[in-house]
């Protein structure tokens, strides 16, 4: 892109001054800009954990909603797939819909908190930019997790720099696949009938290899997106880092 630039021309780019020619009418606007950037990166942060509450409110409350339906459906009968074959159509499509339910709240949660993670990793980019000028290397410069001192086991009660949003992003992506699992399955789960049922209970060999064949083409599939990602990202890297919007 051609109004993408890198670090070293980000002063005269955003400020319309080199870094090494900064005047003090300049260097009080780079101030004003530093003291924004500080503000706006703390209000993403807030921002950040209302949008979480907000929408774990929302997910916790299809999910019960869909266990609680699941639950008085089954009833005593035994938890097997020829029971659930054996479902009303009405019951089926009441459980679909509260499990695409699920995975739409899912995933909005999963695209809020990349957005979310992007406009605070922005802001803590201009800060590292800019902050030379005014507090040295304070922001960039952390503590060594590599000494006695940390350790990033989860069993011990040392301290270490783990990423509280990426983690958070994490359980919001597998609550999505766990969803999008699920809606797929209630799906499916409409077109088939006692004929299925009986098809697996006579051939329950052939379905297990059937249904590990499928499993195994989906963990390729996954492992080939990955490593497609990792090349994409490898490309993007050779690009400028900051662009400006028209």
């Known amino acids: 892109m051609s109004n993408c630039f890198n670090d070293d021309e980000y002063f005269e780019k955003v400020f319309d001054s080199a870094k090494n020619r900064i005047d003090s009418s300049d260097y009080k606007k780079i101030e004003k800009a530093f003291e924004l950037a500080h503000d706006v990166r703390k209000f993403e942060i807030e921002l950040f954990w209302k949008r979480g509450t907000y929408f774990w409110a929302f997910i916790l409350a299809s999910f019960t909603a869909y266990f609680m339906l699941f639950e008085k459906i089954l009833g005593d009968k035994c938890l097997t797939l020829c029971t659930l074959i054996r479902f009303p159509s009405l019951s089926k499509i009441l459980l679909l819909l509260l499990s695409c339910m699920c995975f739409i709240f899912c995933i909005s949660w999963v695209l809020i908190n990349k957005g979310s993670k992007f406009w605070q990793k922005n802001w803590e ?78 051939n329950e060999q052939i379905f297990a290899k059937i249904l590990g064949i499928l499993i195994s083409a989906l963990i390729l599939f996954c492992i080939y997106k990955l490593k497609a990602c990792k090349g994409n990202l490898e490309e993007k890297q050779k690009q400028g880092k900051w662009r400006q919007r028209k």
Request: hydrophobic residues 45%; neutral net charge; proline residues 0%.
């Open 125 to 202: 980019a201009h800060i590292d930019v800019m902050e030379d000028l005014f507090s040295g290397k304070l922001y960039k410069t952390i503590l060594n997790t590599e000494t006695d001192e940390f350790d990033k086991s989860a069993l011990r009660k040392s301290a270490y720099d783990y990423s509280v949003t990426k983690i958070t992003t994490v359980t919001s992506i597998i609550l999505m696949v766990v969803s999008a699992v699920l809606s797929i399955f209630h799906f499916i789960l409409l077109f088939l009938n006692k004929r299925f049922c009986q098809f697996v209970q006579n």
